[in-house]
């Protein structure tokens, strides 16, 4: 069965300091992979999605960036982080089709800046 | 481009009650719609989802959905609940090839 893992579960950092978060999909392969942010109050934004392994695309303009280095590996980094990257992440997979697949969630890491 | 709206941020029911938890969307051609429940400090899980067919979906946990053309909605629906539903509940509309795009959420809280 098709599991994913996502980590730390928490995470407290200064501002100005680097980020990685990582995401690993087992039991399938060649999935698509999402990273959400859920901030407060403002319910689940869709930051990167990857359809293959080096292909990334950005929704949204902002200090984050998204790698995929292997084909079930999905990272989430910033060189510097501020204080609005505070939030919920969560990573997610679909199988590779037309859409109206389910998304399988991560269990989510805890950012705070401070 | 795809948008999904959640107009209330927080619905209270009593258990036993009948629920429902509204959704709107807006897309440019044929939605495929989905609900999600969110736990506390936990990932979402996924309840149901209508791609095409029959209007009225079903999904886990007694939930079903109806998909409403004409006014652009999914609502979420339970004929009684529990207090165990309570809960954060996403609503997502997404289309062919494109990624999912979430509401704000909906806190559900069903009191005993």
């Known amino acids: 069965s098709q599991t994913i893992h996502q980590w730390p579960a928490t995470l407290v950092q200064p501002v100005g300091s680097p980020l990685s978060l990582e995401c690993t999909v087992e039991?399938?392969?060649?999935?698509?992979l999402y990273w959400y942010r859920q901030a407060a109050g403002r319910g689940l934004q869709l930051l990167f999605y990857?359809?293959?392994?080096?292909?990334i695309s950005s929704e949204v303009p902002q200090n984050l960036s998204a790698s995929r280095p292997q084909d079930r590996q999905f990272i989430l980094s910033s060189k510097k982080l501020l204080l609005s990257d505070s939030g919920f992440y969560l990573c997610?997979?679909?199988?590779?089709?037309?859409?109206?697949?389910?998304?399988?969630f991560g269990s989510g890491t805890q950012l705070s800046v401070l | 481009a795809q948008s999904v709206a959640q107009p209330e941020d927080q619905v209270n029911v009593a258990e036993g009650n009948p629920l429902t938890v509204k959704c709107t969307y807006s897309?440019?051609?044929?939605?495929?719609l989905f609900w999600y429940v969110q736990y506390p400090n936990r990932g979402l899980q996924f309840l149901l989802k209508?791609?095409?067919?029959?209007?009225l979906v079903k999904g886990s946990y007694g939930f079903e959905a109806e998909f409403n053309k004409s006014q652009t909605s999914f609502h979420l629906k339970k004929p009684s609940a529990l207090v165990s539903d309570s809960a954060l509940y996403f609503c997502?509309?997404?289309?062919?090839?494109?990624?999912?795009?979430f509401g704000k959420g909906t806190t559900l809280s069903v009191s005993s």
């Open positions: 997610a997979w679909t199988s590779l089709g037309t859409g109206g697949e389910k998304l399988f």
């Open positions: 897309v440019s051609g044929n939605p495929y």
């Open positions: 039991g399938t392969s060649n999935p698509n």
């Open positions: 997502a509309v997404s289309q062919a090839g494109t990624a999912l795009i």
């Open positions: 990857s359809v293959g392994i080096g292909q």
């Open positions: 209508y791609i095409t067919g029959d209007n």
